[in-house]
């Protein structure tokens, strides 16, 4: 009975775990000087996160990387501070997306709808689609 009620506990664990993963699955914009404007989009093929970016010309491109799971450290390092916020993050060695509260900030930079990405030029807010 143990074992059973053990083994119920981790899977509910392991379920909620990745329940934060893919609610970053979906399409997402950027502002810039004329309005909102799709950047990229995640997707789940298989057991794997994808990154597409948008082109100029309006079709979406494939990374070659697949998205992983960013750790607390991870976030740390690449925020240049303590990860002392609840988030969830994908990324590959060029990039990240990021879930985190609604109006949470770190320096100069704050998201007022929770979800942004870091880049090599820095963090720029999101808005999911």
């Known amino acids: 009975m143990q074992y059973i009620l053990l083994g119920a506990v981790l899977t509910t664990f392991m379920a909620s775990a990745h329940a934060g993963e893919a ?3 979906g399409t997402y914009a950027a502002r810039d000087k004329t309005g909102l404007r799709e950047v990229v989009k995640i997707e789940r093929e298989g057991d794997a996160y994808v990154l597409f970016d948008k082109a100029r010309d309006g079709s979406w491109r494939k990374a070659k990387q697949p998205l992983v799971p960013v750790t607390k450290e991870q976030f740390g390092k690449m925020l240049k501070a303590p990860a002392d916020v609840p988030f969830d993050g994908l990324g590959n060695k060029g990039m990240a997306v990021f879930k985190v509260p609604q109006g949470w900030g770190q320096g100069k930079f704050k998201t007022d709808s929770g979800y942004f ?7 720029i807010e999101l808005q999911k689609q």
């Open 117 to 123: 990405m870091v880049f090599a030029l820095g963090p």
């Open 23 to 25: 609610d970053l699955i």
